[in-house]
């Protein structure tokens, strides 16, 4: 649950062993620092978890054909309730029982097709018009043009 003795690299390269091989005081306390800011992510990341796991969201997931799976195994593990439809004929309807259950959108470009794409821009649309929280994941964000396009459209 908790993380000690954090620091980062480019920290520790300023600031790190002195020549006999130990931790300077200015890098202890950067260390101390780190510490106490784990500390506090950590406890905020169980409260989010336990808001969530209280809450039970329905989470509406396009997402890519390797993490599929994950994704909802994943949102399973942590009490919400994942919804994996794609068609473009459903969406709309899909976002408005995700409205309805006060739920999000979360969107990954990982697998890309024009069927895809349309998807994507349909349920961001809806996401928007009904004011629903979404998450766009740009997977490979400018590896490709089209990507890189499709993401910017988005």
């Not at 336990?50 to 993490?67: E, M």
Request: one cysteine or more.
């Amino acid at each position: 649950r908790r993380v000690h003795g954090i620091l980062d690299h480019s920290t520790y390269d300023n600031i790190g062993p002195n020549n006999h091989g130990n931790v300077t005081p200015k890098a202890k306390q950067q260390i101390v620092q780190q510490s106490m800011k784990a500390d506090e992510l950590s406890d905020q990341m169980w409260e989010t978890l336990k808001a969530v796991k209280s809450r039970r969201p329905l989470v509406h997931c396009i997402t890519n054909l390797v993490s599929m799976d994950i994704v909802g195994n994943g949102l399973i593990a942590v009490g919400a309730t994942p919804a994996m439809i794609h068609s473009p004929d459903e969406i709309v309807e899909v976002l408005k029982i995700v409205k309805r259950n006060n739920g999000i959108l979360y969107c990954n470009i990982g697998t890309l097709s024009e069927l895809w794409v349309s998807s994507l821009k349909i349920a961001i649309q809806a996401a928007r018009d009904y004011g629903i929280l979404w998450i766009l994941d740009p997977l490979a964000f400018g590896f490709t043009e089209y990507r890189t396009v499709t993401v910017l459209d988005l």
